[in-house]
C-alpha cells in the first residue's frame, strides 16, 4: 500500500510506541486516527499534529466502545486501509510472591488488554477493510499487532504479560488464514527493550544497564524504529502472517 493514501487506526496512539506510530504515518502523508482511553493527551498529540490526524475516546476490551470509535473514525476518514493495534499495560507480579500467589483479577486484566483487547479492535476493524475496494493485488487491509520479546523471553514477574504476548504472536497465523479471502494481511511486531515512558520512570542508570544486553546496537530502541517497521509492513503486500523480533539481538536471560 501506498502510506500516503492510507487510512489508519492506531490504538494506544497517544503515548511511546502508538505515538510513534501516529507520527510516522502522518509525516508520510496518512489519514490517522488516535484510539486510547487519555483524552488528554490524546486530543493534545491530534491538535498538534493537525488536520490528518484525529483522536478517539475509547476502551479496547469494550465492544460498543470501539464500535462507536471505528464507526466515527471511518467517517472522517472515509475508510480505514490499516490498523497498528500497539495499546497494553503491563505488570511485575511474581506467581507466589511474600503477598501470596499472583492475583487472579490482576493476571485477567493484562490478558484482558492486552490480547482480548487486540483481537476485539481487530475483528470489529476487519469488518469495515472487507469493504474497500481490492488493489492491484487484491488487498483490502493491513493489521499490524504488537507482541514482545517476553513473548519469547519473559523476565521473573512477567507472567501475565509473557502469557498474553505469546498469545499475540501465536494467533497472528491464524488470523492471517482467516483473513485471506478478504484481502486482509496481518502480521505482528516483538519488541525488545524499547525508550518508552515505562524506561522513563526508571531512570537513565537502569537504561543504560538494560542496553548493555543488547548485542547490537548496544541501545534502548527508539520508537521511531518500531514505527518505520510498521509502514514497511503496510507497504510491503507479500509480508503476511509473521511475528518479527526487533530487538537488536537481544535475547533475555
Do not use: W
Amino acid at each position: 500500500m501506498d502510506i500516503s493514501t492510507v487510512r489508519v487506526i492506531v490504538t494506544g496512539g497517544a503515548s511511546g510506541l502508538g505515538e510513534a506510530c501516529v507520527r510516522g504515518f502522518a509525516e508520510h502523508g496518512a489519514r490517522v486516527a488516535i484510539f486510547d482511553r487519555d483524552a488528554d493527551r490524546g486530543a493534545a498529540l491530534a491538535g498538534e499534529i493537525g488536520g490528518s490526524v484525529g483522536f478517539h475516546a475509547v476502551d479496547v476490551t469494550d465492544e460498543s466502545s470501539v464500535q462507536a470509535a471505528i464507526q466515527s473514525a471511518t467517517e472522517d476518514m472515509g475508510g480505514v486501509s490499516a490498523l497498528i493495534n500497539c495499546a497494553g499495560i503491563a505488570n511485575g507480579i511474581k506467581t507466589l510472591g511474600r503477598d501470596g500467589p499472583f492475583p487472579l483479577a490482576d493476571f485477567s486484566h493484562v490478558v484482558d488488554i492486552n490480547l482480548i483487547g487486540t483481537f476485539n479492535v481487530l475483528r470489529l476493524v476487519a469488518v469495515e477493510m472487507a469493504k474497500n475496494q481490492p488493489n492491484e493485488d487484491g488487498e483490502r487491509g493491513v493489521i499490524v499487532n504488537t507482541a514482545s520479546a517476553a513473548a519469547f523471553d519473559g523476565q521473573k514477574g512477567q507472567a501475565a504479560y509473557s502469557a498474553s504476548k505469546s498469545g499475540v504472536a501465536g494467533m497472528t497465523l491464524p488470523i492471517a488464514r482467516d483473513l485471506a479471502y478478504n484481502g486482509i494481511r496481518i502480521c505482528t511486531i516483538a519488541p525488545g527493550l524499547f525508550l518508552t515512558p515505562m524506561f522513563d520512570t526508571l531512570g537513565p542508570e537502569i537504561a543504560e544497564a538494560l542496553a548493555k544486553d543488547v548485542p547490537f546496537p548496544k541501545r534502548l530502541g527508539r520508537p521511531s524504529e518500531f514505527a518505520h517497521l510498521a509502514r514497511f509492513i503496510v507497504e510491503n503486500p507479500y509480508m503476511n502472517g509473521e511475528t518479527i523480533r526487533l530487538d537488536g539481538a537481544v535475547r533475555l536471560p
